[in-house]
C-alpha cells in the first residue's frame, strides 16, 4: 500500500507530501496560551488575515478549549462562537481551507452544511461523541482523528500507559478500521501531545514518531506553545516559541504532514527550511 498524502478538502485535493502549516484561530475566553484568545470582530479579522497573509494552508477554529480545567461550554454556545468566527473567515477569505476544532457531531455538521467547513479537528476521536464516525461518513470530509486518553477535564490527572507507542497505535489502527467500513477515505492521524500523557510520554511519542508511518495516512502534529515546552524550561506559554519552532523541526524529520500552531511565520519558514533540506 502506498502512502495516502493527499485530502479532498472541498473539492481541493490538498497535497500533504510537501509539509504544511494549520493556524490556530481560537474563538475562546479561556485558551491556554492568552495570545490566541480572539473574542471581537475586530480581533477575529485581524487573526483570519494573520494567518492567511504568513502562510497557513489551512485555517483551525475552535470554540471550545481543551486545556485541563477549562470551562465546557454547551454545545449551543460552541455553535454560537463558531458561527460568528467562521462568518468572519468566508467574508475576508472566502477561499480559505477551514477545519474546525470539535468532538461534537452536532457542531461538525452545522459548521459543513452551513458553511461549507472542508475538514473535521475531532481531539477524541469519536470517543466523546458516538455519532461523530457516522457523521463524519455522511459529511464526506476529512477528518482529523486525536489520541487522547481520558477527557479534557481529567485527561492529566494519572496518564498511564503499559506500553505508549503500542497502545497508541492500537487505539489508532481501531478505529480508522471503523471508518474505513463506513466509507471515510480522508483521514489524518494526531498523536495528541500533551492530551492525557506525561511530559516524559510527550517526549518518547516524539522520539518515536516516525513508527507511526505504519498507518501510511497524514500526520499532524500539534506542540505549539504546550507544556512540554515550558514545564521542562521553566518558562511560560508566552516564553514557548523557540522551543516550538525547535520541536516543529523535529517532527518534521519525523514525518509530520501537517504543523498545527499559533505562531503561522515561524513555521512555515521551519518547512521552507526542512523542504530545502530535501532536495539539496
Keep these: 500500500m502506498n502512502k495516502i498524502l493527499s485530502v479532498n478538502a472541498s473539492g481541493t485535493l490538498l497535497d500533504l507530501s510537501t509539509p504544511c502549516v494549520m493556524g490556530i484561530l481560537n474563538v475562546t475566553p479561556d485558551s491556554f496560551f492568552s495570545g490566541s484568545r480572539m473574542q471581537t470582530e475586530n480581533q477575529v479579522t ?16 475552535g ?36 477545519s474546525v476544532d470539535t468532538f461534537r457531531a452536532d457542531v461538525a455538521a452545522m459548521c459543513v452544511e452551513e458553511y461549507g467547513v472542508s475538514m473535521i479537528n475531532d481531539i477524541s476521536a469519536g ?12 459529511l464526506q470530509v476529512p477528518y482529523i482523528m486525536m489520541h487522547m486518553q481520558g477527557t479534557p477535564q481529567d485527561m492529566q490527572d494519572h496518564p498511564h500507559y503499559e506500553a505508549l507507542l503500542t497502545d497508541i497505535c492500537l487505539y489508532l489502527s481501531e478505529r480508522v478500521a471503523r471508518l474505513r467500513e463506513l466509507g471515510v477515505n480522508d483521514i489524518v492521524l494526531d498523536p495528541g501531545f500533551g492530551f492525557g500523557k506525561t511530559l516524559a ?3 518518547e511519542l516524539l522520539a518515536h514518531l516516525d513508527e507511526l508511518s505504519c498507518f501510511e495516512l497524514p500526520l499532524l502534529v500539534g506542540v505549539s506553545r504546550k507544556s512540554m515546552i515550558y514545564r521542562l524550561l521553566d518558562i511560560t506559554p508566552e516564553e514557548a516559541l523557540n522551543g516550538t519552532t525547535a ?9 509530520a504532514n501537517i504543523l498545527r500552531v499559533h505562531d503561522v511565520k515561524a513555521a512555515v519558514e521551519v518547512v521552507a527550511l526542512f523542504n530545502q533540506l530535501q532536495v539539496s
Design 46 to 61: 485581524a487573526r483570519v488575515h494573520q494567518i492567511v497573509a504568513e502562510g497557513a494552508t489551512i485555517i483551525d477554529i
Design 63 to 98: 470554540a471550545y478549549s481543551s486545556r485541563p480545567g477549562a470551562d465546557s461550554p454547551s454545545a449551543e454556545e460552541e455553535m454560537r462562537r463558531l458561527r460568528g468566527g467562521l462568518s468572519i473567515i468566508y467574508k475576508e477569505c472566502p477561499d480559505a481551507i477551514v
Design 127 to 138: 470517543d466523546m461523541d458516538n455519532r461523530m464516525f457516522d457523521t463524519v461518513a455522511r
Design 201 to 203: 510520554h510527550n517526549y
Design 247 to 255: 520541536l516543529n523541526t523535529v517532527a518534521l524529520l519525523k514525518g
